[in-house]
């Protein structure tokens, strides 16, 4: 869903699925829950990212209208300094409540994630 919320509305897709390469111009972002378990896998795979390829943007997802549990913030803020920025996209209910194409058209607080989203992605390089 967040590659939907960072190609909202543009001409053309600046996002796209990890495929194991990384191609020219674009940079890497990791999408992590921001549970305990998210940001234990989140710090797996940062600690194994390749040298050669750029750090990736850390874009942690809340998944609930509350704050994250206490070892996911501890986790979160440990690993954060490792990546080339951090972003934190709310809980959005229309997104747990909706189906994809119906979520995508929500007006409202999911525009205006998914302009905030692509402000600090895309501020960043020529294309997350």
Not at 21 to 28: F, T
Not at 42 to 66: C, E, K, Q, S, T
């Amino acid at each position: 869903m967040v590659i939907d919320l960072l190609n909202h509305r543009r001409a053309h897709p600046a996002a796209f699925e990890f495929a194991g390469a990384v191609p020219d111009g674009h940079s890497a972002a990791l999408v992590v829950k921001a549970t305990a378990e998210g940001a234990e896998h989140a710090a797996r795979m940062i600690a194994a990212w390749p040298g050669h390829l750029p750090r990736p943007a850390l874009i942690i997802v809340a998944d609930a209208p509350f704050p994250p549990p206490r070892l996911a913030r501890y986790r979160l803020r440990a690993i954060s300094g490792e990546a080339v920025l951090t972003v934190r996209v709310p809980y959005l209910f229309a997104l747990r409540q909706l189906d994809r194409q119906a979520a995508l058209k929500a007006r409202g607080r999911v525009t205006r994630t998914a302009r905030s989203l692509q402000r600090a992605l895309l501020s960043k390089g020529p294309n997350p």
